[in-house]
């Protein structure tokens, strides 16, 4: 199904540990709106997805998100490697450190670990792609929060390419859309499931 090339989408070379913004960033890979989610929404709404246009789209974006947790993940452990416990309690990184070490963890900045509750997958074409619209709205304003507070440049290139891979996917998510909307009788555009109530 897949070929899985050994090397990141875009790529990650921090030369300086900073485990308090190891801390933020973390919450795209754990969070409600991170990249473990999106990549699991988008592969598990494929399969009742109208049309094979529309599978493509949340198969391509699911596997992307896939490309960007190993990012995430590797920025997190850039970040974090080779710390020593002054680094580690000074920066505020021991409440993470005390349950994880410096092992990449799914958890939201906010100590909230992943959950799959955090995202539907309803089998309403309509109520998944503006689920969708709106995860890829909510990660950019994530990649939009920790360009503010990151002022490494090494952190912040690979953090600019994914947050340009949010708008793109909103744009995808957007045609998407389109063409499931083109599909619907326009007498009732809102009022069914279209994939029971034909």
């Known amino acids: 199904m897949w070929q899985y090339e050994k090397k990141l989408q875009y790529p990650v070379k921090i030369a300086n540990p ?4 190891a801390k933020v960033i973390i919450s795209q890979l754990g969070g409600a709106d991170g990249e ?7 592969l598990n709404q494929r399969y009742s997805a109208p049309c094979r246009e529309v599978q493509a789209i949340l198969n391509d974006i699911g596997t992307e998100e896939l490309a960007h947790i190993e990012m995430i993940g590797t920025i997190i452990y850039q970040l974090t490697r080779d710390l020593s416990l002054k680094e580690i309690k000074d920066s505020g990184f021991d409440t ?3 349950d994880h070490t410096t092992g990449v963890y799914p958890i939201a900045a906010s100590g909230v670990p992943f959950s799959a509750e955090i995202f539907q997958s309803t089998g ?8 969708d619209l709106a995860a890829e709205q909510k990660a950019r304003l994530t990649y939009d929060n ?3 507070l990151a002022d490494d440049p090494d952190v912040r290139d690979p953090i600019k390419f994914l947050r340009e891979r949010e ?4 744009q995808r998510f957007g045609e998407g ?3 499931i909307q083109d599909m619907l009788d326009s007498k009732n555009f809102y009022a069914f499931n279209p994939s029971f109530d034909k």
Do not use: S
């Open 167 to 170: 708008i793109v996917h909103y």
């Open 18 to 21: 900073n485990p308090a913004l």
């Open 177 to 179: 859309l389109r063409l």
């Open 96 to 98: 993470y450190f005390v």
């Open 36 to 42: 473990l989610g999106a990549a699991l929404r988008y």
């Open 146 to 148: 920790i360009l503010r």
């Open 124 to 131: 309403d074409a309509i109520a998944d792609i503006h689920e």
